[in-house]
């Protein structure tokens, strides 16, 4: 079965073509961050008309790179939910176009499970029922899945999700938009225990997770090594009287250690709460190295199976919607035409 996959809920404009579910014949991304980094984050507008722009070609150059037609794709997907609305309408309109023009099923994909499939793309090992953790710019949560088609909540950030921090503090540091891989580049020139940020109560169940806390902690932290808040980009600037050598890298190590303690804990704790063993972790945050390798030595510790989706299929792509697609045609769960796009 070829599906063709289409993703465009926040600031990616993506197609692909996906066989049986697995075999990633394609995968295009369009990355919309040069239009975005002069503003620090993502600009709905601009996102939107972005995708207006690329989407065509980007499904056209697709098929031809594959040297593959219209007619040869059995099933259309494209991403309804969650993200930005103007976004999702731009690839969820198409999607349903095309699926009506050419006479196919058309499959609506919730972009947390795209997210949650894509471990299973790379881990077809991993058992129901799992646990993923899911951390990316607008969603950590902590999900279970009794099957490839159903997902509950279990646990999710009472506020910032992970990487809206990564990107908040990354702003504060005067790094450039996206800033989770660059505070993870300063990280490793850093002293991870230079400063000891509040790690958050974790509520009775061990689940409860907030990081706005942590981005305050970091701002007054920077307040009191001598840097000023201002208003335009870098958001702080240094009126000490010696120059902040070591700073920002310690803070950054220091700030990562922190968020990547909370994610270990929430995801410990919900495998205790649930008595589930295996674990996916997945999304834009999972890219991070030491997430990755601290996660992975605190899942051994616990008797935790981790399976880290692999870092290409992490970020925003249309090739875990087409595989997480693949999972809802087998069991014939196709969408109506007029499925709507929702933005939460
Ligand atoms: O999954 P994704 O591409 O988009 C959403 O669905 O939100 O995730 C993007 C997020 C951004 O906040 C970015 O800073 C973060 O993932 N990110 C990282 C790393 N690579 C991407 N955060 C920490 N460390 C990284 N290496
Ligand atoms: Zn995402």
Redesign the pocket.
């Known amino acids: 079965m070829l599906i063709l996959g289409i993703e465009s809920?926040?600031?990616?404009t993506a197609v692909a073509l996906v066989r049986d579910g697995r075999e990633i014949v394609l995968s295009h991304v369009a990355s919309q961050i040069d239009l975005h980094a002069p503003y620090g984050g993502i600009v709905p507008e601009v996102a939107c008309r972005a995708h207006a722009e690329w989407l065509v070609p980007l499904i056209q150059n697709a098929l031809k790179d594959a040297d593959c037609e219209l007619a040869d794709v059995d099933v259309i997907a494209a991403t309804s939910q969650p993200g930005l609305i103007g976004a999702l309408l731009v690839g969820l309109s198409a999607g349903k176009a095309l699926a009506w023009a050419l006479d196919k099923p058309f499959v609506a994909v919730d972009?947390i499970d795209g997210?949650i499939h894509a471990t299973r793309m790379e881990h077809p090992e991993m058992l129901f029922p799992h646990l993923s953790l899911v951390?990316?710019?607008?969603?950590t949560e902590v999900y279970r899945s009794p099957d490839s088609c159903t997902k509950e909540l279990i646990t999710s950030t009472m506020d910032d999700?992970?990487?809206?921090c990564?990107?908040k503090v990354?702003a504060l540091l005067g790094l450039p938009y996206?800033?989770?891989?660059q505070?993870?580049k300063l990280a490793e020139q850093g002293d991870p225990t230079a400063v000891d940020f509040p790690r958050g109560k974790p509520g009775d169940d061990g689940m409860a997770l907030s990081f706005s806390g942590l981005k305050t902690a970091v701002l007054y932290h920077l307040k009191r090594e001598g840097f000023a808040q201002k208003a335009g980009r870098p958001r702080l600037e240094f009126t000490g009287k010696q120059a902040p050598q070591g700073v920002l890298a310690d803070v950054a190590a220091s700030f990562?250690e922190c968020a990547v303690d909370m994610l270990i804990r929430v995801a410990l704790a919900a495998s205790k709460s649930t008595g589930i063993k295996h674990l996916g972790l997945t999304?834009?945050?999972a890219?991070?190295?030491r997430?990755r390798e601290k996660l992975a030595q605190a899942c051994a510790q616990h008797g935790v199976t981790l399976y880290a989706c692999p870092p290409k299929l992490?970020?925003?792509n249309a090739a875990f919607i087409a595989g997480a697609a693949h999972a809802f045609a087998q069991a014939g769960r196709f969408s109506p035409l007029d499925t709507e796009a929702v933005p939460n």
């Open positions: 809920s926040c600031d990616e972009h997210h951390v990316s710019g607008g969603h999700a992970a990487g809206e990564f990107d990354a996206p800033g989770g891989p505070i993870q990562q999304g834009g945050v890219c991070n190295s997430l992490c970020t925003d």
